[in-house]
């Protein structure tokens, strides 16, 4: 039997499921829309659209290195007590095993390739683990490195994965030192490599603030100028890592901790689980009350 958009918009409808979800139900059960219904209830994919609503700000980062490649990702679920899970855990390795060996250029393609082992696109895995955890779980975020042989990873996982680090030094094959790097990362949480990453658009916002809170303060207008680069110093220390002090030696720099190693830090990535997401406000006794009353 032919199966017509119309067929497949009506079963998304019914279910929630995604559209090649609903598609492939549909060509199983010869366009039986019972039948489909009962498919995609059996997969999971139904379950799994029911509790796309919710709100999963909990979950984990982690690190795979492979090579020269590593990859750091954030995924997520509604409580951590599915961290513990075998079945969660699992996924959270084999996605972080196929990102690093795929290298999808972004998340959209991501859920959209095969995971060989399972047999299973991304987002069709995930849907199972949430059929079989009962509750929302998301790739929500990732990033891949690349290095050469002359180069080294540093990588730091702060509370069991709560924070992930990621550090690539150029120049050095010192893991310790890396590592030390990444750490720094995970503590302290810059926003760029240097100074020269900063968009000149945020310096001169910040300037103009300083400059304003140094005449509010009743300075002389010769001064404010010196005054504000000055405390434009203390913005950059801040924001960039190779400005902070070092969080293992606060009496030095980071930029003479990587020069004094004969590296330079690549690039860095640091995640921390849920940041940016809105949770929900639960009144746990309205909660429990409202199950009773069901």
């Known amino acids: 039997m032919a ?6 918009k009506e079963l998304r409808e019914q279910t929630g499921a995604g559209m090649m979800d609903c598609k492939k139900a549909l060509q199983e059960t010869n366009g039986n829309m019972e039948e ?42 509604e409580t951590d007590f599915v961290m513990k899970n075998e079945t969660f855990q699992k996924l959270v390795a084999d996605l972080g095993d196929h990102l690093v060996v795929n290298k999808p250029a972004n998340l959209e393609e991501a ?8 047999g299973k696109t991304v987002q069709e895995y995930v849907d199972s683990a949430i059929a079989t955890i009962g509750e929302k779980i ?43 790097i990444a750490m720094h990362v995970a503590a302290v949480n810059p926003k760029y490599v240097s100074r ?27 001064i404010v100028e010196k005054m504000v680069e000055g405390r434009l110093g203390k913005f950059f220390e801040e924001i960039c890592l190779l400005d902070q002090a070092f969080v293992k030696d606060s009496d030095m720099k980071v930029k003479k901790f990587v020069a004094d190693k004969g590296a330079a830090v690549k690039g ?18 309205e909660e429990v009350m409202s199950q009773i009353k069901k």
């Open 36 to 77: 489909a219904i009962d498919f995609l209830r059996k997969s999971g994919a139904a379950k799994a659209a029911k509790k796309a609503g919710r709100i999963a700000a909990e979950g984990t980062t982690s690190i795979v290195v492979k090579g020269n490649d590593a990859v750091l990702l954030e995924v997520n679920c």
């Open 111 to 118: 859920l959209g390739q095969t995971v060989e082992s399972e």
């Open 196 to 222: 020269d990453e900063v968009p000149v658009d945020e310096v001169n916002r910040e300037r103009a603030v300083l400059k304003e809170q140094a005449l509010n303060e009743g300075k002389p207008e010769n």
């Open 138 to 180: 998301t790739l929500r975020r990732f990033e891949v490195l690349s290095k050469t042989d002359a180069d080294v990873f540093g990588e730091y996982l702060h509370m069991g994965g709560r924070i992930g680090a990621l550090v690539l030094l150029e120049g050095t094959t010192d893991e310790a030192a890396a590592k030390d």
């Open 268 to 285: 860095f990535i640091r995640y921390e689980v849920g940041e940016g997401i809105e949770k929900k406000e639960e009144d746990f006794a």
């Open 3 to 8: 199966i017509t958009a119309k067929m497949v």
